[in-house]
């Protein structure tokens, strides 16, 4: 999908510096590290699973969750939800069109239902001062 092209991925890290710098700006030195992790391993991390390893026993095991991968996760499904969207009604409204075309080629005689506006040619030109 677009989200994964370079220039869809350009876009979410657009739209996600914005809010990263809103809510977080504290993440702004790391933002393009962060979300390149993200671009990489989009899976959102398992916050339940036990620490791996914790040499020191300082609590350092603990998660700490930056907002930069969340901003992007949240835009790239925004943006995806909305191409896919906009595809099926382009796709809806070709369809339309294409039926009516169709059906007029077999039917050369048969109206559409809606009659398309006709110029009224009867009405006279406008003066200078109308038109200015």
Sequence with gaps: MWTETTEG???IQEISRGIVGEVAPEEMDMFDELVMEYFQDPTPPN??????????GFGLGETLVAVAPAAAAMASAVLSYLMTETIKAAQEESVEAVKKKIKALFNPEQKDDKPEKKEDKSLPPLTKEQME
């Excluded at 916050?47 to 020191?56: H, M, R």
């Design 47 to 56: 916050l339940s699973a036990s620490p791996k390893d914790d040499p020191l």
């Design 9 to 11: 991925r350009k876009f």
